[in-house]
Structure formats: structure tokens, C-alpha cells
């Protein structure tokens, strides 16, 4: 049914700590549900929270299990800023669909903190500031613009000359945007979290089982599974992250490799804040810092999805982060205690694919997550759990496979 993938290899630093357990069933008889999610990662885990909310009877099956697939890779910088800046952006997709855009993102941003307080889910989530740095992509007058940009389409956003960001942050570049309003989280809690609240409602979870064919009618969906059973769904999303389904468009979307490191805990050498940091560069940098002041931080990207080839270059590329994290922030130990790479989807305009695949209105699929892949999993969740309650979400057509 799909390409299978070795989504990450290394050490991730969420290993360090411990995520609730989330128990499953074996899968040994046919079984029928309202929807099926196939995908037991923080995209499915979300789904789950908000359709089991909804009313609906879902089922959950993974062919690894939960958590186990590059959710736990994730450096989870839930951030609003899209991968593409506003003012590119609204060049390709136009000024007002790249505005909303925006602000659907920064939306989705508020609304998860906001569930993840109502559900009382403990993973280590803050608010937390966020610079974006000059770089090679966008200089100082650029990135004034950009800015600018944001603030015409009412997105707080202050631009610091090199003085005050000196000053503030401790950080000698040539300018900065300064944005307010993200979260930082451990995605494995998080996932877990979402999941044991779903087994709370009408959510039944089979692992490992791996579906290997789906056949949609007018009225249901009948997916096969490797062992023999079948699940019927009046719907079935496809939350299965980087490793695409046969049945999903895959145009304008691509593989690549990422690294990343984080040190040993250094709570008193952060710099102010512990804001997010990343630059707009390519390859690009980013760094935040975890509940117990670890340095996290990560980029230099390669347009590949040969994993022997990726897994080779953990050495060196964790060496090079490190270099570029210690000319950022020279008092820090920069050591990386973890190491780790993964694969993961991008996309042209840095917008995800979100919704019902075409001529299959009974499955939707989310994919495309690029460096927002937490802001886009909630948005998943809204846009799709309203697709299935026959809702129309107005900013649907942003995120459609046939935008």
C-alpha cells in the first residue's frame, strides 16, 4: 500500500525521557468503525483526540506501533511561522491566500496550547518567544520587509537592528525578527497523551497491524490488513507521516534528510529566554532549548532519502551543528550528548496536503508537514474532523490536494 521507509536512525534526545504507556490490542477478527486512522504518530494521535470528541468510534493501527515512528525524531519547535516566509510566499499563492495561510498557522498554534491545557496533558509545554535570523536567503532589508509583511496582515512582529539584538539576546547578526506565541513540548508525551484521552472516549488502538490494500464504496471503506482481518470504516485517514500511501497524490511533495543534536542539560548557559532561534539560511540552523535547558538544535538539510547514506553522515553532521552552534552562542557546552537523523516531507510553498484525496471522498490524507509538522497536524485535525461532521472549514482550499 505504500513505500516503507527507515524514518530515523540515532539517538533522539526524547528518549531521555519517559513517555506515558499507550496500550494496544492485537487485531484478530474483522472489526467496523466510523473511522479508521492509520497512524499512531502525533498526526493520528491528534486526529484521534478531536474525532473521539466529536462522538465518532475510532480505530487506530500502526504497523510499528505507537510513537514509533518519526514523531519521536521531531525537535518539535511548534512555531506559526511557516517554512516559507510571508513575503515569498505571497509571490507564489498570492497576498491573500499566503496571509491566511499565516494566520490559520498562528491559530492552530493558539488552539493547541489551548487544548492541551483543557485536557490537562503533561508534556513539558511553555510559550516561548522566537528569533528568526538574518541569513542568506533573507539579508537585514529583506527580512525588514518580511516584517512588515506580517504586520500588514495583523501578525505581531518586531524587527531588531543589530544593537538591541546584541543586547537582548546576546546574538551578533545582522537583524532579527522577534515573534511571540509559540510553544515548546516533548512530542512524545504529547502523542501519548492525545492517545490515552482518545481511549478514554469511543477509541480502540490494534499494533503493530499493517494495512496493505484499501477499497472505498459509496458508503464505506474496507481496508486489508497483512495478518488477514478487515476494517470497515464509514472513513479512514491517512496519518502515516512520511511514508505515503499508493492511493495519495504525491506531486509537488518530497523526501529529504534532516540532523540534529541536543547536549547535556545547561539551564544557567542559555541565552535570554530560551527563545526558539532558527535563521533564514539555507542550509538553515535552529535551536531551542527542552524543560531542563538542553540545547537542541538542528538543520542542514540534504535533498536525499537514501538512508545508508543519511545514517553515514550523522558523524560529520553533527559535528558541523555543533561548530555553527557554538559561534552562535560561544558560552554553551556544545557537546552533543544525542545524535540523531531522520526523513521527513516538504513541499514547494512549505504548505501541507491536507484533506480528501481525489475521487476517494471517504479518505483524507495529511502529509507535507515540512518544518511545521506539530502546527499542521492541528490543523489536520480541525479541517478534517470537520470534513467528516460535513462541516465546511473556510480555510479548507488553502491546504486541498487541489489547490
Not at 525537535?75 to 499565516?102: C, N, Y
Not at 529529504?256 to 539555507?282: G, N
Amino acid at each position: 500500500m505504500r513505500r516503507k521507509l527507515d524514518l530515523r536512525t540515532g539517538r533522539p534526545v526524547w528518549s531521555a525521557y519517559r513517555a506515558p504507556a499507550v496500550p494496544t490490542d492485537s487485531l484478530a477478527r474483522d472489526v467496523k468503525t466510523d473511522v479508521l486512522i492509520v497512524g499512531m504518530g502525533i498526526s493520528g494521535a491528534m486526529m484521534a483526540e478531536a474525532l473521539t470528541a466529536d462522538g465518532h468510534a475510532v480505530i487506530c493501527i500502526d504497523r510499528r506501533g505507537p510513537l514509533k515512528g518519526s514523531t519521536a525524531a521531531t525537535t518539535a519547535l511548534v512555531q506559526f511561522e511557516i517554512d516559507q516566509p510571508l513575503s515569498i510566499l505571497s509571490k507564489m499563492i498570492g497576498r491573500a491566500e499566503a496571509r491566511q495561510a499565516w494566520r490559520r498557522s498562528r491559530l492552530a498554534v493558539s488552539n493547541l496550547a489551548a487544548r492541551i491545557a483543557e485536557l490537562g496533558i503533561n508534556c513539558d509545554m511553555r510559550r516561548t518567544q522566537s528569533l528568526y535570523l538574518a541569513g542568506t536567503v533573507l539579508g537585514p532589508s529583506e527580512l525588514r520587509e518580511e516584517a512588515d509583511a506580517r504586520r500588514q496582515a495583523g501578525i505581531a512582529a518586531t524587527y531588531l537592528t543589530p544593537q538591541p539584538l546584541a543586547e537582548a539576546f546576546g546574538i551578533d547578526r545582522g537583524g532579527a525578527i522577534l515573534s511571540h506565541g509559540n510553544i515548546a513540548l516533548d512530542p512524545r508525551k504529547l502523542t501519548a497523551g492525545l492517545l490515552r484521552k482518545a481511549l478514554g472516549g469511543k477509541a480502540r488502538f490494534y499494533a503493530p497491524v499493517e494495512a496493505t490494500a484499501i477499497k472505498d464504496g459509496v458508503d464505506e471503506v474496507i481496508v486489508a490488513t497483512r495478518d488477514g482481518p478487515t476494517i470497515t470504516a464509514r472513513h479512514v485517514v491517512l496519518a502515516t507521516g512520511y511514508e505515503l500511501a499508493d492511493i495519495v497524490p504525491a506531486a509537488a511533495h518530497r523526501i529529504i534528510s534532516t540532523w540534529a543534536i541536543a547536549t547535556r542539560p545547561q539551564p544557567r548557559k542559555l541565552w535570554p529566554c530560551a527563545a526558539f532561534i532558527w535563521e533564514a539560511s539555507d542550509p538553515y540552523l535552529y535551536a531551542r532549548a527542552t524543560a531542563d535547558g538542553r540545547v537542541i538544535c538542528g538543520g542542514e538539510d540534504e535533498d536525499f532519502t537514501d538512508e545508508g547514506r543519511r545514517d553515514a553522515m550523522i558523524a560529520a553532521k553533527s559535528e558541523r551543528i555543533a561548530e555553527k552552534l557554538g559561534r552562535l552562542f560561544p558560552r554553551l557546552d556544545i557537546s552533543p550528548e544525542f545524535a540523531w537523523t531522520g526523513s521527513f516531507g516538504t513541499t514547494t510553498t512549505g504548505l501541507p496536503y491536507i484533506g480528501t484525496v481525489p475521487r476517494h471522498p471517504r479518505i483524507h490524507a495529511v502529509m507535507g508537514y515540512g518544518g511545521n509538522g506539530i502546527t499542521f497536524s492541528r490543523i489536520a485535525s480541525e479541517t478534517v474532523s470537520a470534513a467528516i461532521r460535513g462541516d465546511d472549514d473556510t480555510d479548507a482550499g488553502l491546504f486541498a490536494f487541489n489547490r
